[in-house]
C-alpha cells in the first residue's frame, strides 16, 4: 500500500483532477480519492477540466457523488507563487488532459508552480511526464483498479464508493471485454459483495444510448467502405457530404462513439475501422482495432499524420493534409504493412 497520509504535505490544501475527456473511470477514482483524502483532514477541491455538456451529465450524471465535482478550467491553481496545493492527477497521461486546453485565450499552465503532484494511473508516460510519484502501471485496467489496490484501505470502501468503482472498471475494460487481469476481477468481485446494481452499471456505462446514438450509427453503416483484402474497414466523410447531409459537430460526436464502439472492431473479417472526418483545416482520423489486429494503430497511421500516440488498438488524432488522397494513403500504408502486394 502507498501511505497516501504520510505523502501529502500537512498545511496544504489537496487539488484533485480527474483526467479528460469525460470517461466512468476518470470521475470515479477521483471521486473515491477525494472522498478518502477528505476523511484523511485535508481541504479537498475535485475537478473535471472543463465544463460539461447536459449530454454528457445524462450520461454519468448518476454517479454517487457527481454534483460534488467542479466543472471546470483548473489553471488558476498553477499561477506562480501559488504553491498551496498539493496537486493529485488521476487517470490520464498528458498534461493538456488537467486543464481546459480548448480554451486557447489562456497559456498553458506551468505545472512547475506546484511542487508536489502525485499521479495515479494506468498508462504508458511520455518520457517528459510531469512528477515522479507515481502510483499504477500500464498492467492495471483501470485508475479505480490501481487505487482500491494501492491507496485506499479496505475498510473505508462503502456502498456508494463500491457503486463508483465498479463504473470505473466497467468503463475501462468494456465491461470485462478487454484490458483487464484476474486481479482486476477480483477487486470488482469484491465490489459486488457491497451489494451494488451490478447489471444496471454496465448498463448504464455501456449499453443504453441515446436516439441520436442510434442515428449516427445507421448513417455509418450505409457509409462504410469494405476492403476484405486489408481486412479493414474505412469511412470517409469529407466536408461537402456533410454539408449535404446537413451534419452537426454534435451528430459528428455521436458518429464517432458509435462507429468506434459498434463497427471499428465489431465485422467478422475485419481487423480494424478507420473513420476520416474532414474538417475546415484538418481531417479527424480515429482508428480501432479488434482481438485479431496485429498492428499497432498508432504505428500504422504514422504516414498519415499520427504522432505514434494512443494504444496499440486505438488511436485518434488530427492531420492538416488534405482530405481527397488518405484513404488512398491508408490502404497502402496497412498493404505494406501486412506485406499484400498492391
Ligand atoms: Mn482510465
Not at 457523488?65 to 501559488?82: N, S, V
Not at 508536489?116 to 511520455?126: A, C, G
Not at 485508475?143 to 468503463?171: K, M, W
Amino acid at each position: 500500500m502507498f501511505d497516501l497520509k504520510a505523502f501529502l504535505p500537512k498545511n496544504k490544501r489537496v487539488l484533485v483532477i480527474s483526467a479528460a475527456p469525460f470517461d466512468g473511470d476518470s470521475l470515479a477514482s477521483g471521486t473515491i480519492l477525494t472522498k478518502y483524502i477528505q476523511s484523511l483532514g485535508f481541504e479537498t477541491l475535485h475537478y473535471f477540466p472543463r465544463e460539461i455538456s447536459a449530454k454528457e451529465k445524462e450520461f454519468l450524471g448518476w454517479l454517487p457523488y457527481f454534483e460534488e465535482i467542479t466543472f471546470g478550467d483548473t489553471r488558476q491553481f498553477f499561477e506562480k507563487g501559488k504553491d498551496s496545493t498539493t496537486l493529485v492527477t488521476v487517470d490520464g497521461r498528458d498534461k493538456i488532459q488537467f486543464y481546459d486546453y480548448k480554451n486557447e485565450k489562456l497559456p498553458p499552465p506551468d505545472f512547475t508552480n506546484i511542487s508536489t503532484i502525485l499521479r495515479m494511473h494506468h498508462h504508458t508516460l511520455p518520457d517528459n511526464d510531469i512528477t515522479k510519484n507515481l502510483v499504477g502501471g500500464a498492467e492495471y485496467s483501470s485508475t479505480s483498479e490501481v487505487i482500491l489496490t494501492h491507496i485506499i484501505p479496505r475498510e473505508f470502501i462503502n456502498h456508494q464508493l463500491a457503486n463508483c468503482g465498479y463504473a470505473g472498471i466497467v468503463d475501462d475494460t468494456g465491461n470485462f471485454q478487454w484490458n483487464f487481469t484476474s486481479q482486476t476481477l477480483s477487486v470488482a468481485s469484491w465490489l459486488c459483495t457491497f451489494g451494488i446494481d451490478a447489471p444496471s452499471i454496465s448498463s448504464w456505462v455501456m449499453h443504453v444510448r441515446d436516439e441520436e446514438f442510434y442515428k449516427a450509427l445507421s448513417y455509418a453503416v450505409e457509409r462504410i467502405h469494405y476492403y476484405p483484402e486489408i481486412r479493414t474497414i474505412l469511412l470517409p466523410l469529407s466536408k461537402e457530404e456533410q454539408i449535404k447531409d446537413k451534419l452537426t459537430p454534435e451528430f459528428n460526436k455521436s458518429l464517432i462513439a458509435a462507429f468506434n464502439t459498434e463497427l471499428a472492431k465489431r465485422i467478422r473479417g475485419y481487423d480494424r475501422g478507420i473513420l476520416l472526418l474532414e474538417q475546415d483545416k484538418h481531417v479527424k482520423v480515429t482508428g480501432r482495432g479488434q482481438s485479431t489486429n496485429k498492428i499497432s494503430l498508432a504505428e500504422l497511421l504514422r504516414p498519415v499524420g499520427s504522432l505514434g500516440k494512443g494504444h496499440f488498438n486505438a488511436t485518434d488524432f488530427e492531420t492538416k493534409q488534405d482530405f481527397g488522397p488518405i484513404e488512398q494513403k491508408i490502404i497502402k500504408v496497412v498493404k505494406r504493412a501486412l506485406g499484400v502486394d498492391s
